[in-house]
């Protein structure tokens, strides 16, 4: 069972970057992985995919252009680069993981089975 550990997230201001990070607990060559954000009150929401090999990544509309997913499967680390943050933006940011070796990417926050504790991102105006 692979364990997940975000880190990166802080207060930011609008318009900022932030860059969020997370460390797996072994290798991530066959986990297709993803990051999620759920802000009060609000249900969890896609934010962007990645296929095991980084070939095949997705993003939700609301960040398309402005967020980039990347990995370091050496590394056993997914990133997040968050650039151009919106007020609508602040959330808690959760990376997921899946067993997965074809180069789809997993959309959905439901698709994945492994998670970590989030990281929050607070965005001020």
């Known amino acids: 069972q692979v364990q997940l550990v975000e880190s990166g997230g802080g207060l930011v201001q609008a318009g900022g970057s932030l860059r969020l990070s997370c460390a797996a607990s072994?290798?991530?060559?066959?986990?297709?992985m993803g990051w999620v954000r759920q802000a009060p009150g609000k249900e969890r929401e896609f934010v962007a995919a990645?296929?095991?090999?980084?070939?095949?990544?997705a993003y939700a509309d609301s960040v398309k252009g402005r967020f980039t997913i990347s990995r370091d499967n050496a590394k056993n680390t997914v990133y997040l680069q968050m650039n151009s943050l919106k007020p609508a933006d602040p959330a808690v940011y959760s990376c997921?993981?899946?067993?997965?070796?074809?180069?789809?990417?997993?959309?959905?926050?439901?698709?994945?089975?492994?998670w970590g504790q989030g990281t929050q991102v607070p965005v001020s105006s």
């Open positions: 997921a993981a899946d067993l997965h070796l074809s180069q789809s990417v997993r959309p959905a926050p439901g698709q994945y089975a492994y």
């Open positions: 072994q290798r991530t060559f066959n986990y297709a």
């Open positions: 990645s296929s095991w090999s980084g070939g095949s990544t």
